[in-house]
């Protein structure tokens, strides 16, 4: 019997035809799967975006966002390049022509307030099939202090392989209000934050019949926590964020980049609230846990006692809600709290021991031992009161009534269903029922100030120089840096009598310029200390020329090198013949010498001016340092700074002197910010013309080396830095409480690190700056000594750098600051650095409650429903009672009839 060799076997043939499936169904998908950006900080879906899919920026802002992107058929490397647009409303009566010129005229006023537009490009690896989030960054513009709606975020991802260029999913970023801040929830448990999001202190209260236009003073953010968190790893990015609320997510997800921001960004002004027993649990990382308010000891069991003595040192006066929250403890010991001792610098919120606070620099951490988030807290009617009053340190508000207002159908709170079973003595009670909003004590207009929101300052950006005598007023100035664009300049008002001590006005800041879009910690090219910077560079750009006295030394030196000592060398060698020879090398040496000698190079010249400012926190060994540079040369250039950390940021600064040259040799389409291709960003294509100069602004975090500071009596200055100071002075503006109110001015001269001075003030008017300074820094100097607006509690220090520490100076011997390298090279640097610590900050302003609660106003709707709850209860009851009564007679009669089958 023959049988048949069968060779082989389908595996082969199967495992063929799955990889023509899988490549069948490749090709069917689109080569890339691009997802739109998210800017940062970013929120979770669930938690509520309010229209703002995309997520939301601040005009005049850093920020960075995240871009999603999956190569679907091959592995692609290549680079996103972004670029952003502004946002706003159409007018239709406006034909096309009309909307170019006013887009021109908006892209003119951006400039000169955040500098000129640029792309931004950055690398992307991305291996077939994989989802890459690759992050970014940009400078939310805005448009001459006009409102936006916000930013359209758009660009391409350009392949390396095939050069080819594909559009990235075009973005939609809200703009906040200029009074609007971020508040960030660290969190894993997103759903107990709804009763924040609909606080009163997040958008207030607002009359029914009242135009509706944003008025939220904050954009609750709870960023989702799988991956990396959606934060800036850079203090410069986090300066539209005023509070982060930290709740039970462990700090070890954040990256160290993300930790050394958010300690960065709470030196300079901002709020840290930890959230109980999880909040304290959570935060591990050894530096922000030396931070906190409270040294914590584990938890213990709550004392109900402290509670009530809590909420009643934080009652609003007409709340009426704590004796149901005392029913509600005694009757429950479950709740636990954060055991341990407040930290030797922190003050407790009110009586209880159950909230404590803790200055760090300029801003401050909020700690509680409770969650506050506990049912029993919320159920507090003072609740949002205390959280405005203490957690936030706002001012207290009031609710008003206005004119009632009639309307032709009932309140929507009705339903269809319950119209007609309304009497017409409740529907008047309905429709006549008061109109009520809610303001600031004190406040008559519709918006607070960003001062009240969020307590981040720079000084460069922020604040006013003072007035000097010589000096006209700014308003007479169209080019002063007072009436520069979207400047918000607000007069003075120190001899303001406010009747009340709760009016909002009291906690105004005069010292900071608001701005109309930024609000506050925006990022200006116009600020009042950067116009001073550019005036000053303006003066003094260009190349030196050499002295005279330079040329005839380096001609007397080539002469007798020249001359009599070749010849006397090769005669005493006997090679005279050899002297001629010898000429055309000792021609070229003494050349390059005079070159070097004049510092240039080679007949082009390029020369490198700047001015720098170094604002160092209280308790602080890091500072934000703030660069004017000014880039000269004799023929034209295109230059490009490299950072070598992301710690920075920069700007290039518009001239209307300059720019139409150079626009026209080099074009208005060069300038391009590089991210990720090295270890920090880099600005190319920064166009010099001929015989003209070019600025930018740099912003950078450099370490110190240590801490400024003044002894537990003020007397002794100590310089824990590696900063080398000279003309220096401390500047000190005494409390309301103090005898005397006059700003008092202790001269030091020069500092060393290391060394302890000791401290004696005098009137500040018989104090100047010293001739023999630069003009420029000894005018910005003085303008500050100067200075009528320093807040009661201050107390700074203000002084030159002798010299930038070797670890972080440009070069040796070089007096400018490194961290970042300019290409190609200039010849010729000069450079100073003013720098101010802070020493002391004025006071918290201690917690106030409400005037009053929205609740007062309610009674006639409360009363009402109140009698509909009670008739609707009787009604109730009078049905269970008929009820019963049935079941009792159908018993009865069931009864009956048993006995009557059960006779004989």
């Not at 400012?613 to 340092?625: A, K, M, Q, S, V």
């Not at 910010?673 to 070019?694: C, E, H, K, M, T």
């Not at 900063?723 to 220096?728: A, P, S």
């Amino acid at each position: 019997m023959l049988v048949p060799l069968l060779v082989g076997c389908d595996g082969c043939r199967q495992t063929e035809e799955t990889d023509l499936k899988e490549e069948v169904a490749e090709q069917k998908l689109p080569p890339f799967t691009i997802s739109s950006a998210k800017a940062f900080p970013a929120t979770r879906a669930d938690a509520g975006t309010k229209g703002a899919t995309d997520g939301t920026i601040k005009p005049g802002h850093w920020f960075a966002a995240g871009v999603a992107l999956k190569s679907n058929r091959e592995d692609e490397r290549g680079a996103i390049i972004t670029d952003t647009k502004i946002v706003r409303p159409v007018n239709v009566m406006n034909d096309e022509v009309e909307r170019s010129e006013l887009e021109a005229k908006i892209a003119n006023a951006s400039a000169r307030t955040v500098g000129k537009s640029f792309r931004v490009r950055r690398p992307a690896v991305l291996p077939k099939g994989q989802r890459r989030e690759l992050e970014t960054r940009a400078l939310a513009s805005e448009a001459g202090g006009r409102l936006i709606e916000g930013l359209e975020f758009d660009g391409d991802f350009v392949s390396s392989r095939t050069g080819a260029a594909v559009p990235l999913r075009p973005s939609k970023f809200a703009a906040l209000q200029p009074q609007s801040f971020f508040f960030v929830v660290l969190t894993d448990r997103s759903e107990r934050f709804t009763r924040l999001q609909t606080a009163d202190w997040v958008e207030p209260l607002r009359a029914n019949n009242e135009f509706y236009r944003p008025r939220e003073n904050y954009r609750i953010v709870i960023p989702p926590t799988k991956g990396v968190l959606p934060l800036s790893e850079t203090m410069l990015d986090w300066t539209s964020t005023a509070v982060l609320f930290w709740d039970d997510l462990t700090s070890s997800a954040l990256t160290p980049g993300q930790r050394n921001a958010i300690v960065d960004w709470l030196h300079f002004g901002g709020t840290l609230i930890v959230n109980g027993p999880s909040g304290t649990d959570a935060i591990d990382d050894p530096r922000l846990k030396s931070l906190l308010p409270i040294e914590a000891d584990g938890n213990k069991e709550l004392n109900g006692d402290n509670a009530i003595a809590f909420l009643k040192s934080h009652r609003v006066k007409t709340d009426e809600s704590i004796p149901a929250i005392e029913a509600r403890l005694s009757g429950d010991n479950s709740t636990v709290s954060v055991a341990g001792q407040p930290a030797a610098e922190s003050t407790s919120l009110g009586e209880g021991d159950l909230v404590y606070q803790r200055r760090i620099g300029r801003g401050r951490i909020v700690q509680s031992r409770v969650d506050l988030l506990s049912e029993w807290m919320t159920a507090w009617k003072s609740y949002d009161s205390f959280f405005n009053g203490a957690v936030l340190a706002r001012p207290p508000r009031v609710c008003e009534k206005l004119e009632a207002f009639r309307v032709s159908a009932p309140q929507s709170f009705l339903r269809e269903d319950e119209i007609d079973t309304v009497s017409e003595e409740e529907m008047a009670a309905i429709i006549n029922q008061p109109t009520v909003q809610q303001r600031l004590v004190g406040m008559t207009i519709e918006d607070a100030p960003p001062t009240i929101n969020s307590g981040f300052r720079l000084f460069a950006r922020d604040m006013r120089l003072g007035k000097l005598p010589s000096q006209s007023d700014p308003q007479d100035e169209p080019d002063s840096d007072e009436a520069s664009v979207g400047s918000g300049r607000q007069k003075p008002s120190r001899t303001l009598q406010i009747a009340s001590a709760k009016d909002y006005r009291n906690r105004l800041d005069q010292e900071v310029l608001q701005h109309p879009v930024s609000g506050v910690g925006g990022w200006k090219d116009d600020s009042a200390l950067l116009m001073s910077f550019r005036n000053s560079l303006q003066d003094r750009i260009g190349v030196t020329i050499p002295d005279s006295s330079l040329v005839v030394k380096s001609l007397l030196i080539y002469l007798i090198v020249l001359i009599p000592l070749n010849y006397a060398v090769f005669r005493w060698m006997g090679r005279l013949e050899w002297a001629w020879l010898a000429m055309i090398p000792i021609a070229l040496v003494g050349a390059f010498m005079v070159a070097r000698a004049a510092q240039l190079d080679m007949g082009f010249a390029r020369s490198r001016n700047e001015l720098a400012f170094l604002e160092i926190p209280r308790d602080h060994d890091r500072g934000h340092l703030t660069r004017t540079i000014a880039l000269y040369n004799s023929l034209a250039s295109n230059y490009s700074i490299q950072f070598e950390n992301p710690d920075a940021a920069i700007t290039m600064l518009a001239s209307r002197r300059t720019d139409s040259r150079n626009e026209a040799m080099f074009g208005s389409d060069g300038l391009t910010l590089q991210l990720g291709f090295d270890a920090g960003p880099r600005l190319d294509g920064i166009a010099v013309g001929s015989n003209s100069y070019g600025s930018v602004h740099v912003e950078q975090m450099v370490p110190v080396g240590g801490q400024l500071s003044l002894s537990q009596d003020g007397s002794t200055l100590s310089n824990d830095s590696n900063l080398e100071l000279t003309d220096v002075y401390v500047i000190r503006q005494p409390s309301e409480s103090s005898e005397t109110s006059m700003t008092e001015i202790a001269v030091l001269g020069s500092v060393a690190p290391g060394e302890n001075p000791k401290v004696s003030y005098q009137p500040a008017d018989r104090v100047s700056v010293p001739g023999d300074v630069d003009s420029g820094v000894r005018l910005c100097m003085q303008r500050i000594l100067a200075s009528t607006y320093i807040e009661p509690g201050t107390t700074r220090l203000l002084g030159r750098l002798a010299k930038v520490p070797l670890d972080q100076a440009d070069a040796d011997e070089s007096p400018a600051w490194g961290g970042l390298e300019i290409q190609p090279v200039c010849s010729q640097v000069e450079a100073d650095t003013i720098v101010l610590a802070h020493l002391e900050y004025p006071a918290v302003p201690a917690a106030q409650p409400d005037e009053n609660l929205m609740d007062d106003f309610r009674s006639r709707t409360t009363t009402l429903e109140e009698e509909r709850a009670k008739k609707a209860k009787e009604k109730k009851a009078e049905e269970s009672r008929k009820k019963r009564e049935e079941e009792s007679a159908g018993t009865a009669v069931t009864e009956e009839s048993d006995t009557t089958k059960e006779t004989p």
